[in-house]
């Protein structure tokens, strides 16, 4: 049997509740203050790869030097 997350929406009191799927849409009362709660999304939809990390490659490359332009290279004249 899955285990089902879920946080009250009254004391904010978070539990888990060991339960068949065909229970998964009942409601969860708190153990603590009986208030109805929320049930957490899925830990597997959770973590998520997000690879923005993309190195730009150094500008310019070439003669190696900083006077590189259309006129020629200042390093290789
Ligand atoms: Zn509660």
């Known amino acids: 049997m899955p285990i089902y997350e879920y946080t009250c929406t009254a004391c904010d009191h978070e539990f888990d509740k060991l ?3 065909s ?3 009942e409601e969860a009362p708190c153990p603590i203050c009986e208030a ?3 049930r957490q999304l ?3 939809s959770a973590f998520t790869s997000n690879d923005s990390g ?3 490659a150094v500008a310019g490359g070439g ?3 900083a006077g590189c ?3 020629g290279c200042g ?3």
């Open 42 to 44: 899925s830990v597997f």
């Open 63 to 65: 003669g190696g030097c």
């Open 36 to 38: 109805e709660s929320e």
């Open 54 to 56: 993309v190195m730009s």
């Open 75 to 77: 390093c290789a004249g």
């Open 69 to 71: 332009g259309p006129n």
């Open 19 to 21: 339960r068949r799927i």
């Open 23 to 25: 229970q998964m849409d």
